[in-house]
């Protein structure tokens, strides 16, 4: 399943944009989250939530500047990205995981991209400073 994000753009700092991401069929059960990676580093967690209950967990690096959410009728993810600086450009991608758990995960496991299981091909955020 290939997901397809959108949104990203060029932005001043302290500006804002927002990220839409299809998400697949069948989600009620699945996690899905936003991921970023800039040029030169590893691929880092941002946020993500549970579908089914709207949990919601956060990179302390974006806490309280960006907002994940869904829209269950439409199945589609959000990042909303607020005061954004130099350091948030990156190219963002969208990632579900679709896994039927027997548990709630915790929010280590959120954070790990080998959890996720569909990727979209990524929407790059630029900064201007």
């Known amino acids: 399943v290939q997901l397809q994000a959108s949104g990203g753009g060029l932005v001043q700092a302290g500006g804002s944009l927002r990220l839409s991401c299809a998400a697949p069929?069948?989600?009620?059960?699945?996690?899905m989250g936003w991921f970023r990676r800039a040029p030169g580093k590893e691929r880092e967690f941002v946020a993500a939530?549970?579908?089914?209950?709207?949990?919601?967990y956060y990179a302390d690096s974006v806490k309280g500047r960006f907002r994940i959410s869904r829209d269950g009728g439409k199945n589609e993810l959000y990042l909303q990205m607020n005061s954004l600086e130099p350091e948030d450009a990156a190219t963002y991608y969208c990632?579900?995981?679709?896994?039927?758990?027997?548990?709630?995960?915790?929010?280590?496991?959120?954070?790990?991209?080998?959890?996720?299981?569909?990727w979209g091909q990524g929407t790059q955020v630029t900064v201007s400073s």
């Open positions: 990632a579900g995981d679709p896994k039927t758990l027997g548990y709630n995960p915790s929010s280590t496991y959120y954070s790990k991209s080998a959890n996720y299981d569909y």
């Open positions: 069929p069948r989600t009620f059960n699945s996690r």
């Open positions: 939530l549970s579908w089914r209950s709207g949990v919601t």
